[in-house]
């Protein structure tokens, strides 16, 4: 049994005037929001032994700006749980949420003058849930 991204609802985005760590002018954009995680088609195996499956998955926010290529922005990125979806019997639950989060920024496949901020993570367990995503880029004000 799989899990699959079904969808991503951005939040407002965050977009606020900053200063870098030496004291430039700096721009801070947070993008936020759902991310909706939901079964494959299929029937749910329970294994003992505490194992809990992952399934990789990764995404461009959808209210994401590009940024110039080469610019080196500031990343930070966070994934947590916000409701875990009900999906029969509760007698197995093996956990539910994410990990080995990560962003970086991925090469626009249209025009390689630039990029965009990308998330990815690891949805942990075997039941459909919504995750609360944010992902925010620190970058220059001149590579935006």
């Known amino acids: ?6 969808g991503v609802t951005p939040s407002p985005l965050l977009d606020q005037p900053a200063f870098g760590a030496d004291g430039a002018p700096a721009r801070l954009r947070t993008y936020s929001g759902e991310i909706a995680i939901v079964q494959d088609s299929g029937i749910i195996i329970y294994r003992s ?6 399934v990789p998955m990764s995404f461009v926010p ?3 700006q590009a940024l110039k290529a080469g610019a080196e922005p500031a990343l930070a990125a966070e994934v947590t749980i916000a409701q875990i979806l009900a999906t029969g019997s509760a007698d197995h639950f093996g956990g539910a949420g994410a990990g080995v989060v990560s962003a970086s920024l991925q090469p626009d496949q249209n025009d390689p ?7 990815t993570f690891h949805a942990l367990g075997a039941r459909p849930m919504v ?3 944010r992902l925010t880029v620190l970058t220059a004000a001149d590579d935006v």
């Open 1 to 6: 049994m799989a899990l699959r991204l079904a």
């Open 49 to 54: 032994g505490g194992h809990i499956d992952t």
């Open 62 to 64: 959808p209210d994401a």
């Open 113 to 119: 003058a630039w990029c965009w901020p990308h998330l």
């Open 131 to 133: 995750l609360r995503y």
